[in-house]
């Protein structure tokens, strides 16, 4: 068993796997906390999509991949941005838009070039193989940067998250703050692609912290726990895709997957089947009410 | 003159004549559609002015006006004698309610504590004095005991009465409300109304919209009647005569008892 877990360990690249998506699972539970807190998962799943001519071109180009995925990713998101000032233009309308449009000239651009057909598929369902020091060393030099600028305007972002009207009312500019956090999910994006690929990477932003989010009613415990949820996933899935010799990207979500659905189903407080087991062990009578719940002094909406 | 931000006390205390709070020829278009037209108004420190219309007479514009979120279209808004282009730190605007996302994971307290993050250094968390005026501010709102619970849980009463709470944690001079007593149970409608007599004691200078004449009545020195332009001004005795109301809204207002009209209920067709 212990062989079993250290065997993958003895390469030097599955070092650089596992230290990365540890990495990754850590950033993308916690920017992922925000995806899901404002429901723009669609938003994450564009982007993912958005920054592939920048790949496709620093590929053929030769230059630094994340540097053009990070270029297209501000780009792209500043377009959304400018699009959906537009008074008939909704914003779910400028992603969709660019979305499907920038994918498609990024696999135009890939697809010109024969030569990088393989590296097409690994950019789109994710390479364990393809994690190099250098790799390791930008994912965590980009991972560290975007947590330090989220610490920093925490609160803004916070309160942009949770009452747009107040925010407003306070002169919080929501535009740039909306920006910004555009700028912050791209880079998270850009950290997870090489290993969780393009197409995968919006379950590691949504699955952790949608888990996290039924387990607690506490934002930055919701944070921490999505991160460690996400690293947790991470370093599992990569067991399992080494033994399995499956993707490393499916791996990781199948394995983040399966455990956001233990919690729908066995979370303490908001599982689908554990308050039932509970009442029933504690409480046989349903009239029954906890007298120091406060759901029983308040009433809901 | 360069508008510098000079600060609030000294203009304060170098300008005394200047009004608190006052408006010059106002009118606010969206699109081609006029909110607001040639209001001119001054407000005084430590009234409570009711802005009275129906729905769409442009009482929630002007108090984004105030609040400084509403760009005028024509004429300008002037707080303290200074031009007001941005929202002012001591102007609170409490919005309707409808902006918050109420599955949010955030305590009660926490979100009173938003109130005060503009003015909390970055590197460091909220301290004891910020989590006890937190508190102070909740206790006045009769929200202490549930300081702890998340905030999706409350009523909408509760829920309003903890977005004044993180106003008043800011002690600003100037409260703005966005039909408070909206959607909210009788009890928190006498305690708002308690505490905008005791905040205006202490000086500060309140004021709400609402279609409510009932509230109007009881809390308000001055009446502002709306409708796109002021159709009355005055305390609450003369502008809300049947007399006045009638000349103002054409006779096609009908009042059902002072004390439960409500301007909106009360088949006006304007």
Not at chain 1, 56 to 74: K, L, M
Not at chain 1, 127 to 139: A, C, K, P, W, Y
Request: charged residues 15%; proline residues 4%; contains cysteine.
């Amino acid at each position: 068993m212990i062989d079993q877990l250290l065997e993958p360990w003895q390469f030097a690249f599955m070092q650089n796997a596992f230290l990365a998506i540890i990495i990754v699972g850590i950033t993308s539970g916690i920017i992922g906390t925000f995806v899901v807190l404002r429901g723009v998962g669609f938003l994450g799943d564009a982007l993912a999509h958005a920054i592939f001519p920048g790949l496709a071109i620093s590929f053929i180009t030769g230059g630094n991949i994340i540097v053009g995925a990070v270029i297209a990713a501000i780009i792209v998101s500043l377009l959304i941005g400018a699009l959906s000032q537009h008074q008939r233009v909704t914003n779910d309308t400028a992603i969709g838009v660019l979305f499907v449009g920038a994918f498609a000239l990024g696999i135009a651009l890939m697809t010109s070039q024969t030569a990088f057909q393989r590296d097409l598929t690994s950019f789109l369902f994710g390479s364990i193989l393809g994690v190099t020091r250098e790799n390791l060393v930008t994912i965590t030099v980009v991972s560290a940067m975007l947590l330090a600028v989220l610490y920093y305007f925490r609160r803004e972002i916070t309160t942009i998250s949770f009452d747009r009207t107040f925010a407003a009312a306070t002169g919080l500019h929501i535009w740039r703050y909306d920006q910004l956090f555009l700028i912050l999910l791209a880079l998270t994006i850009v950290a997870g692609l090489q290993i969780v690929g393009n197409v995968l990477i919006l379950a590691m932003l949504i699955t952790p912290a949608a888990t996290a989010r039924l387990l607690t009613d506490r934002l930055w415990l919701m944070a921490a726990l999505s991160a460690m949820i996400g690293a947790f996933s991470g370093i599992v899935g990569l067991y399992v895709s080494w033994y399995q010799g499956i993707a490393s990207g499916s791996a990781v979500v199948l394995t983040a997957t399966v455990v956001f659905f233990l919690a729908y189903l066995f979370a303490p407080n908001t599982g689908i089947i554990t308050p039932r087991a509970r009442r029933a062990l504690h409480h046989p009578n349903p009239e029954h009410h906890d007298p120091v719940d406060a759901s029983s002094m308040l009433h809901k909406p | 003159m360069l508008s510098t931000p000079a600060s609030a006390e000294s203009v304060r205390t170098v300008n005394s004549s200047d009004p608190l709070l006052a408006t010059d020829h106002l009118s606010i278009h969206y699109g081609a559609r006029s909110a607001l037209n040639d209001v001119t108004l001054t407000i005084e420190p430590g009234t409570v002015t009711s802005l009275l219309g129906p729905n769409g007479a442009g009482k929630s514009t002007l108090l984004k006006a105030f609040a400084g979120v509403a760009p005028p279209s024509h004429g300008s808004i002037q707080f303290r004698g200074a031009t007001l282009k941005r929202p002012h730190p001591d102007i609170t605007y409490i919005p309707q309610r409808s902006g918050a996302e109420w599955t949010f994971p955030i305590s009660v307290i926490e979100a009173v504590l938003l109130g005060l993050a503009k003015r909390t250094p970055r590197f460091r968390g909220f301290n004891t004095q910020e989590r006890q005026r937190a508190l102070d501010a909740l206790g006045h709102v009769g929200m202490l005991p549930l300081a702890d619970i998340q905030i999706g849980a409350l009523s909408g009463g509760q829920q309003q009465r903890v977005f004044l709470a993180r106003a008043l944690v800011t002690c600003g001079d100037v409260l703005l409300l966005d039909e408070p007593f909206t959607g909210v149970d009788v009890p928190t409608q006498d305690l708002f109304l308690d505490l905008f007599e005791s905040l205006s004691r202490q000086g500060i200078t309140i004021i709400f919209a609402t279609h409510d004449i009932e509230h109007t009545v009881r809390s308000a020195n001055r009446v502002i009647l709306i409708n796109n332009r002021i159709i009355a001004d005055g305390p609450p005795a003369d502008v809300l005569s049947d007399d006045v109301l009638s000349r103002a809204f054409q006779g096609r207002i009908m009042i059902f008892g002072q004390d439960h009209g409500r301007l909106d209920e009360a088949g006006i067709q304007l």
